[in-house]
């Protein structure tokens, strides 16, 4: 394939695809529905009406890629960015998507700075940023949320099995960092706002640090 060689398809208002000029299955990006990929191409949704008909142009940005990825990964740990966290929370909202939320927070992480110093506790951070990627693979989505903080997104509905899985994280990092996490995590509620839905999480994992730290509370757990 040529560089930066766009591709099209036109589409009538049935969906149907009455003309493109390629014939592989392009794979959407997970938190842009806009962006494509095929093989190491980037490609960039856009959408013109004509008539009964739509052309849609994907058009070739693979020059840019490097520059897509810096904008939304933190460096440190490999997780997606803040900004990119409320992207993916809105778009999953708009489609109505039920999924689950996990806020975690690293216990103690001020002291880490200050007993072992900022360049060992990035490692350390660097570390906990592998072992969570290692538990939650695409298309579960980790963000880092603030210095210590994290969330989770995934469409797994099971919260024991979550916290299960938090509890491998946990040993992981207790073995391999000396540090520990506290989590909350709960299902998206549609009756509330987004704002109310953090806001719960936030409370559950106040709780989990009142109660001890290296704790994890479930939505609905007595």
């Not at 966290?85 to 200050?114: E, Q, R, W």
């Not at 709960?186 to 706002?193: I, M, Q, R």
């Amino acid at each position: 394939m040529e560089e930066n060689h766009n591709i099209f398809k036109i589409i009538d208002k049935n969906g149907n695809v009455l003309e493109k000029n390629f014939d592989f299955e392009l794979n959407q990006d997970v938190l842009y529905p806009n962006i494509f990929y095929f093989e190491n191409k980037v490609y960039l949704e856009e959408v013109q009406n004509a008539n009964d008909c739509r052309k849609v142009v994907y058009r070739d940005i693979t020059s840019l890629k490097d520059l897509i990825l810096a904008a939304e990964i933190d460096k440190l740990t490999g997780f997606y960015n803040k900004n990119h966290l409320m992207a993916k929370l809105t778009s999953l909202v708009n489609k109505k998507i039920n999924f689950s939320i996990i806020f975690g927070d690293i216990d103690n992480f001020k002291k880490i700075n200050s007993t072992r110093g900022r360049f060992n506790a990035d490692k350390v951070l660097k570390r906990i940023g592998e072992i969570f990627l290692s538990e939650f693979k695409k298309p579960e989505l980790v963000f880092r949320f603030g210095g210590d903080e994290m969330f989770i997104l995934t469409q797994e509905q099971d919260l024991p099995l979550l916290k299960e899985r938090c509890q491998n994280i946990n040993s992981n990092i207790i073995r391999d960092c000396e540090a520990s996490c506290s989590f909350g995590i709960a299902h998206y509620n549609y009756e509330l706002s987004m704002e109310e839905n953090l806001n719960k999480l936030d409370m559950m994992l106040s709780e989990s640090k009142e109660n001890g730290k290296n704790l994890i509370t479930i939505e609905g757990e007595q």
